[in-house]
């Protein structure tokens, strides 16, 4: 791989993360492609792309021109054949299996010199990589949520990931306009294991019965943090939320302290997922 042969970026899924990378890749002026096989999602993605853009031009943060120009960049498809790029950002189900063999097309479609980011956000990097024809082109590239706004990305490096591959990844994220944080393979890597307490405590709290969602959120808003964990949690996704908080379990060996709460349990049982469904521990 040479450095700043990236051109061309594919973003695998097109929900909450996905549909945020590939927005962000556009602005910073890659040819961007956002693959989901659900045209819906597609649709959704493109709809919530371009409002995004709308308001940005709106604040007078970017003008009609480079709205214009970024929406030129992105083309969607829910065809896997389209599937071709310099480096895939795969922002698909978190289901290690699923990954593997979406890993496993894009490798067979494209080159040997593509880099393969998974955007993760507690698998392991190292399994999914396991199998995958020139394995040191796999690392996580994990972003936050909302993609398009938040400037920190997680850069996770398996046994074999190359160093001209963590460089080039590196100088993606900072064209980008954030900051890449290189992290070795490990459950949850950074942000996540350490924000796990953030949703599990609140969680456990709220199972007593003595104080509800919303007082909950209010007391940690007041405490200084931006947003309470009953609306991260619901702008994240319950199942998302819900599977980092087993994988995470399951890794360090069942520990207490990582056990799922039976709140995030029957959140995704019932499909209130948060604000993707419509509904979670609020309603939107
Ligand atoms: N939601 C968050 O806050 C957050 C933050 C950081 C990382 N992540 C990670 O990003 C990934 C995606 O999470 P999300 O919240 O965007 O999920 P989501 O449920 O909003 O979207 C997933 C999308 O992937 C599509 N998809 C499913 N299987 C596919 C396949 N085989 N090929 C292509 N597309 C497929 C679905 O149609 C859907 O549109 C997960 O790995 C998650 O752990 C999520």
Redesign the pocket.
Same mark, same amino acid.
């Given at each position: 791989m040479q450095q700043n042969s990236i051109q061309r970026i594919l973003v695998?899924?097109?929900?909450?993360? %996905? #549909? %945020?990378i590939a927005e962000t890749a556009a602005r910073a002026g890659f040819e961007t492609i956002l693959? &989901?096989?659900?045209a819906a999602?597609l649709t959704? =993605?493109k709809e919530a792309i371009t409002s995004n853009l709308t308001q940005l031009v709106s604040k007078e943060k970017i003008t009609v021109e480079e709205k214009t120009a970024t929406l030129a960049r992105l083309q969607f498809h829910n065809q896997?054949e389209a599937c071709k790029a310099d480096l895939v950002i795969? =922002?698909?189900?978190?289901k290690t299996d $699923?990954?593997q =063999?979406?890993f496993a097309q894009l490798a067979a479609l494209n080159g040997p010199h593509t880099i393969l980011a #998974? @955007?993760? #956000? #507690?698998?392991s990097l190292t399994e999914i990589a396991a199998d995958v024809d020139h394995k040191e082109r796999v690392c996580g590239l994990? *972003? *936050?949520?909302p993609?398009q706004v938040m400037k920190l990305v997680e850069l996770v490096y398996t046994p074999w990931t190359s160093e001209t591959v963590l460089q080039s990844a590196t100088e993606v994220v900072e064209r980008m306009g954030k900051t890449a944080v290189v992290c070795k393979d490990a459950p949850g890597f950074i942000v996540?294991r350490v924000a796990r307490h953030f949703y599990l405590e609140p969680l456990r709290i709220a199972a007593l019965g003595t104080m509800d969602y919303a007082l909950l959120d209010q007391v940690m808003e007041n405490a200084g943090f931006r947003m309470g964990p009953f609306k991260l949690m619901d702008?994240? %996704?319950n &199942?998302? @939320?819900l599977? $980092?908080t087993k994988s995470l379990y399951e890794a360090f060996g069942k520990p207490e302290r990582f056990r799922p709460s039976p709140l995030q349990e029957e959140k995704v049982a019932k499909g209130t997922?948060g604000r993707?469904t419509g509904e979670g521990y609020f309603t939107y």
């Amino acid at each position: 791989m040479q450095q700043n042969s990236i051109q061309r970026i594919l973003v695998c899924g097109a929900g909450t993360m %996905g #549909s %945020g990378i590939a927005e962000t890749a556009a602005r910073a002026g890659f040819e961007t492609i956002l693959y &989901d096989p659900a045209a819906a999602a597609l649709t959704r =993605a493109k709809e919530a792309i371009t409002s995004n853009l709308t308001q940005l031009v709106s604040k007078e943060k970017i003008t009609v021109e480079e709205k214009t120009a970024t929406l030129a960049r992105l083309q969607f498809h829910n065809q896997i054949e389209a599937c071709k790029a310099d480096l895939v950002i795969e =922002a698909i189900v978190e289901k290690t299996d $699923v990954k593997q =063999a979406l890993f496993a097309q894009l490798a067979a479609l494209n080159g040997p010199h593509t880099i393969l980011a #998974s @955007n993760t #956000s #507690s698998l392991s990097l190292t399994e999914i990589a396991a199998d995958v024809d020139h394995k040191e082109r796999v690392c996580g590239l994990h *972003f *936050f949520n909302p993609a398009q706004v938040m400037k920190l990305v997680e850069l996770v490096y398996t046994p074999w990931t190359s160093e001209t591959v963590l460089q080039s990844a590196t100088e993606v994220v900072e064209r980008m306009g954030k900051t890449a944080v290189v992290c070795k393979d490990a459950p949850g890597f950074i942000v996540n294991r350490v924000a796990r307490h953030f949703y599990l405590e609140p969680l456990r709290i709220a199972a007593l019965g003595t104080m509800d969602y919303a007082l909950l959120d209010q007391v940690m808003e007041n405490a200084g943090f931006r947003m309470g964990p009953f609306k991260l949690m619901d702008l994240i %996704g319950n &199942d998302i @939320n819900l599977a $980092v908080t087993k994988s995470l379990y399951e890794a360090f060996g069942k520990p207490e302290r990582f056990r799922p709460s039976p709140l995030q349990e029957e959140k995704v049982a019932k499909g209130t997922l948060g604000r993707k469904t419509g509904e979670g521990y609020f309603t939107y």
